[in-house]
């Protein structure tokens, strides 16, 4: 089982900044990787697939990069309703895909 | 746009079945570029991916579970629906379901579409 890591687990950060949150994997998963937004009482929210492509609707200040077993998450300039949990998935080696433990972005 | 819907018991007893049903709507659950999936998340934790099933009805399970898991398909009512048996306080989690886009070879594995989720508790 392939086993994903985020880091910070809490990232502290004010409207208007920079965000980059980032998520390890214990064995390469290519590109095969995506990002979920967890607000408190909802769902996921599917963000950002393959590594680097935004899903619909998905605004253009989230991107995503990396390859391998190395990837980020950058929110280029906070808005109030970014601050949530930020998921990796890897959906490469299954079963079973798995996640990473969650980063919690807050209001610094 | 795809609309997902869990329906099910929020409280279960150990030992007993947890069931849930997933009505989807916007679309037929037949459609050849849609797997389905489960997907729980405990209190205050992070996510686990139970199982995923496709129209046909191959489904494939987090080997985990695997043990304790079915996930069928009925198509004539467009809806999936998630059975784990021998439950314990340890399965007590919000239950989600999702759809997960086709790929080249079988399901792409990304979860575009949620349900909004529902709580089930296991509890005497």
């Known amino acids: 089982e392939i086993v994903m890591t985020q880091s910070p687990a809490t990232l502290s950060v004010s409207p208007g900044e920079r965000a980059t949150l980032s998520c390890r994997a214990s064995q390469s998963v290519s590109s095969n990787l995506a990002w979920y937004q967890q607000k408190p009482g909802q769902a996921p929210r599917l963000l950002i697939y393959?590594?680097?492509t935004r899903a619909t609707g998905i605004p253009a200040r989230f991107s995503g990069s990396g390859s391998g077993t190395e990837f980020t998450l950058t929110i280029s300039s906070l808005q109030s309703e970014d601050f949530a949990v930020y998921y990796c998935q890897q959906y490469n080696n299954w079963p079973p895909y798995t996640f990473g433990q969650g980063t919690k972005l807050e209001i610094k | 746009q795809l609309q997902l819907q869990e329906s099910g018991p929020g409280l279960v007893k150990p030992s007993e079945t947890l069931s849930l049903t997933c009505t989807v709507s916007g679309g037929s659950i037949s459609r050849s570029y849609y797997y389905w999936g489960w997907i729980r998340q405990p209190p205050g934790k992070g996510l686990e991916w139970i199982g995923t099933i496709y129209y046909s009805g191959s489904a494939y399970y987090n080997p985990s579970l695997k043990s304790r898991v079915t996930i069928s398909v009925d198509t004539s009512k467009n809806h999936f629906s998630l059975n784990l048996h021998s439950v314990t306080a340890a399965d007590t989690a919000i239950y989600y379901c999702a759809s997960m886009p086709s790929g080249v070879i079988g399901a792409t594995g990304r979860l575009d579409y949620w349900g909004q989720g529902t709580l089930v508790t296991v509890s005497s």
């Open positions: 393959s590594a680097s």
